[in-house]
């Protein structure tokens, strides 16, 4: 005798039903689901992330105050977080663009002020520094296409090389008083400090990949307002400048500004050129 199910049965059996269409629409829905929660996790972890800064250091060797900036901030180098990164340009460049005539050097007062300072300044970060001879002339008068375009060469190879030589420039001239500003002046540090295949570092300085690079820096530091040396850029990680800086003397600001600590002098970091 054939019996009809009870309630009881029925709700058992539509129970199952729905679960089980339950878990067919949530197996349906899965892979959306998981995009989702992917695409909302690497939103939060964007969110999360620290806008993390970088600074880019523009300097000439004809400048001893850009001197004075690239021994404090690659000393502080050491002790920050922050990426650095060295740019070579050309302030004869930087000074024509701005129809900037030198003035500090073409008033008498300022010009005897602007020595005094030097030394102190020298005296502050530990640096061997002596005015050379005639100095006013050859800041005003000299170019300083030639070492510059050899410090592009060396970097396209090492960055540590480059900061050596540039150094050494630096150290020739300011404590030596020996003139950078010719090929075979030049070449003499570069014997000097024994880089290897030097005379091909030489002759790459003329090619036009170093020169386009050379001109891309000093372009790149125009175009954000750049007057004089050592200048610099505060980008975020995007490459947007945040803060445009002038002078060595700026870097207790820069450190704050990248909540970086500023250690003074740093002497004990100094490196003998």
Known sequence: METSPNIFSIRVICAEEQTNNCFLSFARCQPMLQLLYHVLLSRLRISKMPNRKQVKFFFDVISPYSYFGFEGITRHRTV??????????FFAGVVRHTENPG???RVPIKEKYMHKDLLFSAQYWGIP?????DYTNVML???SIVPQRILVAAQLRDNALMEDVARALWHRFYAYG????TKSQVAEVLR?????NSD?????????EVKNILRENTDEAIGNGCFGAPWMHITDNHGKVLQTVFGSDRLPQVADFLDEPFKGPMREKKQNA
């Open 178 to 181: 020996k003139p950078i500003f």
């Open 80 to 89: 920050w977080k922050t990426p650095i990164q060295m740019k070579p340009f």
């Open 192 to 196: 000097d400090l024994h880089v290897k």
């Open 200 to 208: 091909e570092l030489l002759m790459m300085s003329d090619s036009a």
């Open 103 to 105: 003035l500090p050097l």
């Open 141 to 143: 008068n000299t170019s």
């Open 129 to 133: 520094f002596r005015l050379p001879k």
